[in-house]
Structure formats: C-alpha cells, structure tokens
C-alpha cells in the first residue's frame, strides 16, 4: 500500500483530535451570568462580522468563478480550474470560522478556569488555540488529498490527456494535476488576504480608536466595560488574529505542498515527488498531536516557565519530524535522494531559527526591546526612530537565516547538478519549515483567547488574582505571537520562491517555445522587480491609512456615546457596543476591496504589459520587499508593545509617566504594524504568484513584450 | 577638431563662473558686528567639523591605497587604480569644501541683503547655491576630462595595451580607459558617503537635541541665540545639507558620466561612445549658466512667484538641452544612433517628473500634506501612521516613472535589437537626468543659505520685517530641498542601473570564460537579491541609531548648560556654543565608520561567499529596495516637515496647540528620515557596486560559487 494514504489518514487524524480539543473546551464551565452575557456579546459580533466578510468575499468569489470559467470554456485553463479555486477559498474560510468560533466559545471559559488555577487557565486556552491549529491542517491536507486522488484518477484515463512531444505518459499525469491544484492555492490565498486584511482593519481600527479616546482622553483602564468600543475590540482579537490568522496559514500550509509537488515534474520524481510534501504534512501533524499533549505547568509557574511549557511542545514536535522524515525519503525515494531529507531539516531549523530572533529582537527580557523602552525617556520621537530602527535592524538576520536556508536545500538537494532538483529542495524547505504548523498555531492561537479571557475577566470584576493569571497567559500570548508571526513570514518567503519556480515551470508547458531571459540585466525584469519591490510598500500604506481612516469613526462615535448616554460614566447604563461593532464591520468591509484587487490585477496588469520576463521580475521583487517589509513591521510593533508592557512593569516611572506616554504612542503606531499590514504582505507575495500562475495563459497570448 | 574638446572647456568655463558668482556674492555687505559674530561662529564650526572629517577620511583613503596599491602590485588591478580613487576622492571632498566655504560667507550677506529687498536676498543666496552647483559639475568634469586625456594618450602606445584574441586596438583602448575611470568613481563614492553620513549625523543630531531641550522643554523659540545647541544647528546646515550634498551629488554625476561611457564598448561606440556623456554634461553646463541668468523676482512676490524665479531657471536650462542634444547626437554619431537622443529626453523628462511627484507629495499646497496636517488633531501616533503610508504610497509614481524611463530609453536606443545598445542607452538617460545639475543643485543648496540666514536674522535681532523675509526664502527651500532630493533618487537608481552593466561588463572582460547565470531563478542571485535588499535597511537602520545616540548626547548638554550656566536664561551669558559643535564633530565623525565599512565591505564579502552571479543579485535588490526606501524616507520627512508647518502657519490651531505639538513629532521623526538615511542610501546603491568593480578581480579569483 502506498505511503500517500498517510495524507488524508494524517487528515482525518487532525480533525477528529480537533474534534477532540473543543468538546474538552465546550465541557468546561463558562462561569457567571455577566461572562456569558459579555461572551455572548463577543461571539454575536464575531459572528456578525464575518457573515457580512463572508458574503462580501462570496460575491469576489462568484466573478472569479465566472471569469475563470469562461477562461476554461475559451481554452485557456482546464475545467477544474474554477471549482478548485472555489474550494481552495472554502476550505480557507472554513478553517477561520471555526477557529472563530471555538476561540469565542473559550474565552469567558479560560477566564472561568483561571479562577481554579493559571494550569486550567492555560489549558483551556491553548486547547481552543489548538483546535484552530489541527483544523486548518486537517482541512488543508483534507482538500489536497481529495483534488490530488479525484485529478489522479481522471487522468488515469489516457484520452484526458494531451501528451506533448516524447512526453511520458505519467509526467503528463502529473503535471495536470499539480497545475490544477495549484489554483485551489490561489482560492485559498485570495480567501486569506480578505480575512487578513478585513480583519486586520477591524481589529486595529477597534484597538486604536478605543485606546484613543478611553486611555488617553477619558483616562479609563483598558477593557472598561464603559468603553462603547471595547466589544469591537474583543470581536477584533477573534476576527483578526483567530479567524484572519487561520486563513492566512490554511493558504501558508496548502501553498508550500502545492507548490512544491508542482516542482516534481520537472525534478523527474513523478508522483512520489508529488506525495512527499504531503506525507511530511501528514508526519507534522501526527508529530504535533504527539507533542501537543506535553504542553503543562504548575501553578504559580513563571512567564518563563509558561513558555518553556509551550515551547517543550513545538519542540518536541520538531523533533519527532526530523526523525521520522529520515526514513520517509529514505525508504519512500531511495537513498539516492537523502540530500531532501536534509532540505527539510534545513527549512525545520530554519523557521526554528527565525522564531528565535524575532523574541530577541521583540521580547523585553532582551537588550534591544529595553533600549528602546529607555529611548522612551526623551519623548514620543526618539521611541519612533528607535523602534524603526530596531525593526529595520531586525531584518538582517532573518534575510541571512533564509538566503542559507536557500542555498543549503538547494546544493543538499543536488541543484548543482540537476537545477530543477535543487528547486524542489528549495520547496521541501518550506514544507519542513511549515510541518510545525498544527502546533505552532496553536501556540499562537492559544494568545487572543487568553487575551479576551483578560478582557472578561476586567469586565466581570472577577478579581486581581484571575486578572493576574490572565495577565500572565496574554503577555506570554505576546511572545508567541512574535515567533508565529516570524515563522509566517519566513515560510512565505520560501514558499513564494517556490512558487516563483512553478511559474516558470507552468510556461514551459504552456508555451514550449518561449525563450526565457531571466536575467536582471533584462529591463522588462529590472523593471519587473521595481514594480514588484513598490507593491509591498503600497499595500501597506493602503491597509495602515485603513487602519487609521476607521480607527479615525471610532473615535468619533465613542466620544458621542461618552457625550450624549447619560449615566454611562457611572457606569448606571450600557453604551451601545452593538453600533461600535458596526462601524468596524461595514467599514472593514470597505476598506479590504482596494488592496485585494492590487494583488489580484497587479500581475495580470504587469503581464499584459512586461510579458512573462516581467511577471518573474515582479514576484522576485515583491518576494524581497516584502519579506523584508514584513518582518521589520511586525518587530517595530512588537518591541514597542512589549516596551509599553515592560514600562507598565515599572520601568522609567512606570504607567502615567511620561515615558509610559511615549510608549503608548510607540505602541499605537506598531498596531497597524504587526497586526494589519505586516501579516497581510505574507499573504501578497503568495497571492500575486498565485494569480500570475493561474492567468499564465492569458500573458502568454496577449503580452505587449 | 574633436567635440571632446567641449568636456574640458566646459568645465573651465563652470569654474570661472562660479568664481565670478562666488566674488559677487562677497562683494555683498555682511551687515553689524553682531551678525559677523554669529556668522564667524558658524563657519569657525564648520570649518573645525570638515578639517576633523577630512582628517578621519583621509585615513580611510590611505588605507584603501595601500590596499588598492597592492592589488594593483599582485597583478589585480591596473597601476591607475589607486592613483585615480584618491582623486576621485579628493574632487569630491573639495566640492562639498568649496560649497561650504561659500555657503558659510553667504548666510550673514543674505540677511543683510534681505534687509534692504527679497530680490537681493534671493541673488546673494541663489548665488551662494550656484557657486556651489558649479563648482561640483566643474570640478567633475574637469577630473574626467584629466583622466579621459591621460589615459587616452597613455593607451595610444600599443606597448601598453594587451590586448584579446581578435580584438580591435581601438576596443582595447577605451576598454582601458573606461575601466580605470570607474575606480575615480569609487573614490567619488566613498568621500561622499562619509561626507553624506557625517554631515547628516551631525546636522540632525543638532537639529533634534536643540529642538527637544529648546521648544519643547524650555519653551524658547527656534534659533534662539540661548539655546547652547542653536550654532551647531546652523553649523549642521552647511556640513550636512551643503557639503555633504556637495560631495553626494559630484558622486552622481562623475557616476553617471563614467558608467555610461564605461557601456560605450561593448555597444561598439568606441571612443565617440565615451565621449558623448562628457559632451552632454558640458551641454548641460552652458544650459545651466544661461538658465541662471533667469532667476529673480520682484520686491513683494509671494512664495509662488519666488518658486516659478527659481523654477524658470530649471526649464530654461532644460528646454536648452533638449534642443542641443539633437545636433549632439545626429551629428557627433550620426543619424543611426538619434535613438540615443531620445534616452536623453526621457532621461530628463524624468528626472522633472520625479521632481513634480516630490513636490506633489511634500509641500503644503497639496491634499496629502494637507491631509496629514489634519491627522494631527488626533496625536501623534496618527500622524506618525499617515505619514509613513504617505511616505510609502509616494514611492509608486517615482518607481512607474523610473521603470517607464528605463524600458523607453533601452528600446529608443535599439535594444530590442542589440542589448548592449539599449544599456548605454539607459546609462544615457542617467546623464541626461543630470545634465542639468550645475542649476538644480543651485537651487537646492541654496535652501540652507537662506536657512542660516533666517537664524543669524533672529540671533541678531533684525526685526520682523527681515525675518520674515529670509522665513519666505526659507520656506521655498523646504520645497526646491524635496525636489532636489527626488532628482538625487532617480538620478541615483538609472546610474546604479548602468553601473550593475558595467559591472557585468567588467568581469566579461576580466574572465572571457566565465559563464554567467543572472537568472533570477538562480539561487545565489536571488539570495543577492535578499541580502541586497536588507542592505539599505540596514544602513537606515544603523544611520537613524546613530542621529538617536548623538542628539541624546546633545540633549544633555543642553540641559547641563542651562543649568549650571547662570544668567544664561536672562541673556545675560553667552553658552558655551563651542561644546555642542564639538560633541556632534566627534560622535559623527564616530558614527560614520560602521555604515561606511559596511558599503564597502558588504560587496567583498558577497562577492566572495556568493560569487559574481550573487553580487549582481545584491546589486539588483539594493538598487531596487534602496530606491524605494530613499523615496520613501525623503518624502515622509517632506512631509512632516511642511506639515508641521502648515500647521504653524494658523491651521488646526496653529503653534503651540496639540496638534502642533503632535506633528512636531513627526517633524521629529521625519529629520534622520530626510536629511540623514534618505539620501545616504542613494551613495550607497552606487558605492556598492563600485567597490564590486573595483574589486571584480579579486571575487572572479578567490570566490566559492
């Protein structure tokens, strides 16, 4: 029997784990009256947004499906084109949704735990995190493994094959059915840009508008249940960094398998090249379930200990993968084909290596987070210069980090000899760096829910000691969302080259004849990598003026409710959180449309105009910009959290200083940072590869060059 | 008798017109003893912070002679090499010296004049700034003309040639001369480099410490002769903005000249191909002083007319290149080639456009400055966002702009045909960009001019009559600043265009056998993108530290002055100016090691690790990365800064509300942006692959790929 059965077995396994997870999580207790009736309020706006999102994205999903239907009926795509792309985008907004729904379903529970002990706390919260995190692995293998069995068996049939010159049989077998599901990838991707973007927007929009007005004007703590904006700003954790996050690496997860088994073909390896990348996954996951159950602390236990409690986790998982891949290409390719194993491990160190220099560059236990908090003493000013600074300072070791990382499993790969092996390598890279992922999500996921279980906890008067233990859990949240974030965008990079090389590939079969020139010195290229390297930038400042353009309504509704609802002061009567929610919802809505048509039209634009040269350009440089954009957006907005955090802590006066003052301004600014726009651009560089491989046909026929 | 003869005349003719303008402009009254005093402060200063900064350099250049010298011994390199670095050098120093000087005489001159009427404000300070356009093109095309006739005579004996199977003498020659002239550019690059640094470090450290004890702790108003820091601004005026802009900008013109003639071989122009940049930039030179003439306005103009004086110059000189440059090319090479005129046109047009989007994105007069003007009303941090994401949006204009003059002047010129051609044809839009530098710098430098003058008017009490007079003059120089630094880019990114083609070239001829991938799809190219691409981020990164730590130092000072100096508040006791200009002559002199090591280490290393493919790719990603980030920076700070402005001139409250205090902030920020990193990066995308032609021997021989 063929080891490609592990893929929807390891499939299967996840989701019934998940399964698992959240009845452990829906048994727990929710607690009082007041926290099921603010949780309740939670998850009716959570729900409400992304019904609205949802159907908003459903009408994007319907003219993709239309065009890209008549683009099959014209000739230029194969039929399955336009069902794969709606799936990719299902299965995508599925894993959010439930992500979503479990982490609402969790947080007055975490809350309610923590009141027991900070261990019940913690695994209640991580449970929900990991739910989300074996659900968007199980989906996401579900969906590959059913393409790959439903194209394997329809190209069984010869006559469904057009066979080029010489071409062996089974080589044209595999690239149909690599090229097809490539596009349920670009579904996937187009699907996780709105949630990321959508999401983005309201969660920061939420936070900042809230911030603004309740700490800085009124001068009332965080989460005061006075605050009109402090629902929306609950709805955000889960929209944005659950349910946005989920969709993001659902399409971070399927795009490194489909893109590397798109590179089989030209490597040789047929259908085991195809399958290795999802036995790997399936391996993950059984490595994260394995390693997951390791995840526990005492009470009393230290932040330290917390997180060694949940790194004891990933690491184990790591370690397992890298045992178990071992035999997988020894015994699944031959001993011939070791050098893989190595391109995995190069990729597993790799995004291992990534996690760690994010938390030093943005944890406060380290010197530069520190300093920065210090550059906080001379004034709002100095703390923005620095922690640019410190973001930008921040991007050298990870672009090192993967230029080795690119290098290693290319040459281990055998690229020397053979290119198109050394490419494959390059994307088993990625899947090894991304094996992880059932765990490492969790780890990241686990942080909004025990955010929001702070929030109730605030909003229920629960107590200093259940704040305490929920303070403990958020701040931890911090961290590991730091590294998830490092490992997103590290295993984008590896994924969009990966993808850059299935590009190629698919030109090759759709137009045997076209002579490449590639190289940098061609202007159409040169010109290409402008264009591209420019697009990150503008992506971002389109998503940050979005950010600030409806945190901007916020503040003017919660100012009016302070004003014109009697009593709310005194806390005698409930602002009107619904119409908050709103405003984040509607306007989230419309600010996601501009730049998701950026990514979708700017490669068909750059297509028609610089032709396939300059198609290749601009992926390179949207792939270089923004990873590099990425990475220093999400560390400047990290350090100046955790240095308004290690201020709060007493630092340089402490809260109310006017370094504390400073750092809420840091802060303020690297919201938009981490949380909307940084996070976004991973999904750009994969998406825009994605559309260019899916419109290839249409450039290859009508470019001007 | 040969059109070359033009290169030489030209630039004799810029220097003696730059004597004529620097003699009339001491002619000028410097005004009371008290003005002479505050003047003679300043240009003691200056004087101190360049012969220190020479004296650091100067270390740097021995160094590198000694190390070239050897090179050059062990058979790497010709015997020209290190002689040519040094003058390149040199020149270059002596540019930015001689602005200085004039700069520093005409600040007091200029408020005088301003006494009397704006127009005579206006000649004394436009004049000081032509002293110093001229003086840099003069003195550029004098070097190349030197080493362009010495070595064509050296090289006219065979003996010294040797030359590759079948290869013309002819091809052998300018191949020679082309290849030893590069290395004057390198030397160009790195005294501007230090020259950019240092001076940036300074004056922005001096700016920002004063500024932050000054307005906003003490109270006192800008330029208030009180303020220990006040000297040390002025004197960062003329280190920074007028000598290290002196040197930045020789650098893009000798570039530019020498890498397009450097392209003139293998597009099988020969000694005409060579020859034709230094013709167009003598073009540029007559344009320029006729262009000159046109400048002045009449007593009561408003800001509009004063900046159409200036701009009238510009168009002129423009309009006059654009028709003489059709003979220059249909006669001097002939009908064939008059393809290459219009490289030449989109060159220019270019560089005008750049400089409207610039002015389009920074001055006041437009919606996006106004617009962040606004985001003032709601703190910092909102101003902070939207001026980042103006920054960033900024960036897509001048990248369209650049990609459209890049693909035009490549196929106008034939490349579609002969690739080779349409190279020096891009290189030639990079001359015709600049052609009419001895005018735009004119107008550029002559923003600090006027600057100074503003202070010495309010340090010597000349009323508010004067004041407001030299605070128009001021103003405009914000705008022509902007535009002169949107020129700085794009001239910046065509030349480091054509230097990758020389580069590229270079080795050709160093290693006839090598066989070069600059597939993007290559792996070490494109990690020489990805590290490419964080070497600007790096340099900003460590550029914006260094303006941090120094202003902090400052800070101090300022405060221990006030402090422990009695009657220094009351005006009764001058501070210690001395001790603010020495402690920012020593930390930047400091501060500019790293950056400067790292610009000229980095392509060794590369070289050397990744091999002559990755250096190409790191060129590539820090031309292109370097170019937005420049753009982005500079028009962030513009911004900022204008906005700032607006808001002082009565908008949103005008001075002292809170929204002022919020877009001092961004004023803040915005200063290391525009003035420090922004323009160092242009220096250091052309130093880089400089250093990489200068040292193409040396990788070709010991690289590992």
């Given at each position: 029997m063929s080891l490609t059965i592990l893929a929807p077995a390891g499939s299967i396994l996840a989701l019934l784990f998940a399964l698992y997870l959240a009845r452990r999580v829906l048994k727990a207790d929710q607690g009082t009256d007041l926290m099921k009736k603010i949780s309740g309020a939670v998850q009716q706006g959570a729900n409400a947004y992304l019904k609205r999102q949802y159907m908003g994205v459903l009408i994007f999903f319907v003219v993709m499906f239309v065009v890209l239907l008549i683009l099959a009926m014209s000739g230029f795509l194969t039929m399955f084109v336009p069902f794969a792309f709606v799936t990719g985008g299902f299965f995508s907004g599925l894993s959010g949704f439930i992500g979503m729904k479990i982490a609402t379903a969790a947080n007055s529970r975490t809350a309610n735990s923590a009141r027991h002990s900070l261990n019940s706390g913690l695994r209640v919260a991580f449970s929900a995190g990991a739910v989300m995190g074996f659900v968007v692995v199980g989906l996401g293998l579900f969906d590959i493994s059913f393409w790959y069995y439903f194209l394997k068996f329809w190209y069984s049939n010869p006559a469904h094959l057009v066979l080029a010159a010489g071409q062996a049989l089974e080589d044209a077998q595999v690239q149909a059915i690599t090229s097809a599901m490539l596009t349920f990838g670009m579904g996937a991707s187009s699907m996780a840009l709105f949630a990321r973007v959508g999401g983005g927007i309201f969660t920061k929009a939420a936070d900042v508008g809230a911030d603004l007005v309740?700490?800085?004007?009124?001068g009332i703590p965080e989460?005061?249940?006075?605050?009109?904006a402090v629902i929306a700003d609950n709805v955000g954790d889960n929209v944005g960094d659950v349910a946005g996050m989920g969709a993001d690496l659902y399409e971070s997860y399927v795009g490194s398998i489909i893109s590397t088994g798109a590179l089989a073909v030209a490597a040789g390896l047929g259908f085991h090249g195809v399958t290795i990348p999802m036995e790997m996954a399936a391996i993950g996951i059984l490595a994260s379930i394995i390693g997951s159950f390791f995840v526990s602390t005492k009470e009393g236990a230290s932040q330290k200990n917390l997180l060694s409690a949940l790194r004891r986790g990933v690491w184990i998982s790591a370690g397992l993968i890298a045992i178990v891949a071992f035999p997988l290409i020894y015994f699944?390719?031959?001993?011939?084909?070791?050098?893989l194993y190595f391109a995995i491990l190069s990729g597993l160190c790799a995004g291992i290596l990534i996690g760690v220099v994010t938390e030093y560059y943005t944890s406060d236990s380290y010197k530069p987070t520190r300093k920065l908090a210090g550059s906080s003493l001379t004034g709002p000013a100095t703390i923005i210069i620095s922690g640019l600074s410190l973001g930008m300072l921040s991007t050298v070791l990870p672009v090192l980090i993967v230029g080795v990382s690119v290098l290693v499993s290319y040459y281990v790969s055998g690229g020397g000899a053979d290119f198109n092996m050394g490419l494959y390598g390059i994307g088993l890279s990625a899947v090894g760096m991304l094996s992880t992922l059932g765990i490492t999500l969790a780890t990241d996921a686990y942080g909004p829910v025990a955010d929001n279980a702070g929030g109730i906890a605030e909003m229920a008067h629960l107590g200093e000691e259940v704040r305490e233990r929920t303070d403990a859990l958020d701040s931890l949240g911090n961290t590991t969302a730091a590294t998830g974030k490092g490992f997103a965008i590290g295993s984008a990079a590896l994924t969009a080259l990966a993808l850059i090389a299935s590009y190629i590939a698919e030109i090759k079969v759709l137009a045997p004849d076209f002579v490449f020139d590639l190289s940098i010195t061609n202007p159409t290229v040169l010109v290409g990598l402008f264009v591209g390297g420019a697009l990150p930038f503008l992506f971002a400042a389109l998503t940050m003026e979005s950010v600030g353009k409806v945190a901007q309504s916020i503040v003017v509704e919660v100012r009016r409710q302070f004003k014109e609802i009697t009593g709310l002061m005194d806390g005698k009567v409930d602002p009107d959180y619904a119409k908050c929610v709103d405003i984040c919802t509607r306007s989230a809505q419309h600010e996601m449309i501009l730049p998701a048509l950026l990514a979708v039209a700017a490669p068909i634009i750059v297509g028609l105009v610089l032709g396939v040269n300059g198609v290749a350009g601009m992926l390179a440089g949207a792939t270089v910009t923004g990873f590099i954009l990425a990475v220093m957006m999400a560390n400047s907005g990290g350090a100046w959290d955790n240095a308004k955090k290690y201020i709060e802590g007493g630092a340089h006066g402490g809260k109310g200083s006017e370094a504390h003052k400073a750092a809420v301004v840091g802060d303020t600014v690297g919201d938009p940072f981490k949380d909307t726009s940084g996070p976004s651009i991973n999904i750009l560089i994969k998406l825009l590869s994605m559309v260019s491989i899916v419109f290839a046909s249409l450039v290859v026929a009508f470019s001007i060059f």
């Open positions: 309740g700490k800085v004007e009124v989460d005061d249940p006075r605050n009109p699944g390719l031959g001993s011939q084909y070791i050098g």
